[in-house]
């Protein structure tokens, strides 16, 4: 079945730091790929998305790239800063009503 | 901000009530899920549904019983609350019409305790 997996956290960096959090699925078909984002306290909200092979989703300094070959969408940033700290959750979709969501990596970042 | 309340945000039960979590949206979207969100598991569904009285199992809806009467308004009872229940439930919404649009767009969430 369709499935997401991405790199357990937490991952901890300092501000500035170059940011990489690791994501592959299983899927038949050719799904959408998402990024979301989950801050403390709130909901999960959409950060980014590719929805064929090749696509780059980017949003607010973050970066994806959809890879059919490796079947990954790995997440990127540059330069995190103190705000980034969050929840961020890799998903796919497939057609129909359901979304599949990765288990999610918390990242940290320290001043 | 995709208009979608979810009430109570908090909520302290004893095992075995029967609690009702609301979740109200305001964008007219076809498509409500609900979710539970626990350490280690990410999300998971719970139930969904694709239309007013038109609601569907998810992946762990043993326990979980869902109502839609208005388009507006998702319901989920736990029909007699275990401490198994405890989590932070998720109402999310969704356009659809293909799936470049299937975005879901997420309410606050319901901190749920059941002692």
């Known amino acids: 079945g369709n499935s997401v997996t991405q790199m357990e956290g937490p991952v901890t960096l300092s501000e500035e730091a170059f940011l990489t959090i690791n994501c592959t699925y299983t899927?038949?078909?050719?799904?959408?790929l998402f990024w979301y984002v989950q801050y403390p306290g709130e909901g999960l909200q959409l950060l980014l998305k590719?929805?064929?092979?090749?696509d780059k989703g980017s949003n607010k300094g973050f970066e994806a790239t959809y890879r059919k070959e490796t079947t990954s969408f790995h997440l990127e940033k540059g330069s995190v800063q103190v705000s980034d700290s969050a929840v961020y959750f890799c998903?796919?979709?497939?057609?129909?009503?359901?979304?599949?969501f990765g288990a999610g990596t918390r990242l940290f970042v320290k001043a | 901000d995709a208009g979608i309340t979810q009430s109570p945000r908090h909520k302290v039960t004893e095992t075995g009530t029967p609690v009702t979590l609301r979740c109200h949206q305001t964008?007219?979207?076809?498509?409500m899920y609900w979710y539970r969100q626990d350490p280690g598991h990410g999300l998971r569904l719970i139930h969904y549904?694709?239309?007013?009285?038109?609601?569907d199992k998810g992946e762990v809806s043993d326990g979980y019983s869902v109502s839609r009467s208005k388009t507006e308004d998702f319901l989920l009872t736990l029909e007699s609350a275990t401490s198994s229940q405890t989590s932070v439930y998720f109402c999310?919404?969704?356009?659809?019409?293909?799936?470049?649009?299937?975005?879901?767009?997420f309410g606050a969430g319901t901190r749920l305790s059941v002692l």
């Open positions: 999310a919404i969704s356009e659809s019409g293909g799936v470049a649009k299937n975005i879901q767009y």
């Open positions: 899927a038949t078909g050719y799904p959408s």
């Open positions: 590719a929805t064929k092979a090749d």
């Open positions: 998903a796919l979709h497939t057609g129909g009503f359901k979304t599949i």
């Open positions: 964008e007219n979207h076809r498509y």
């Open positions: 549904s694709y239309g007013v009285k038109d609601t």
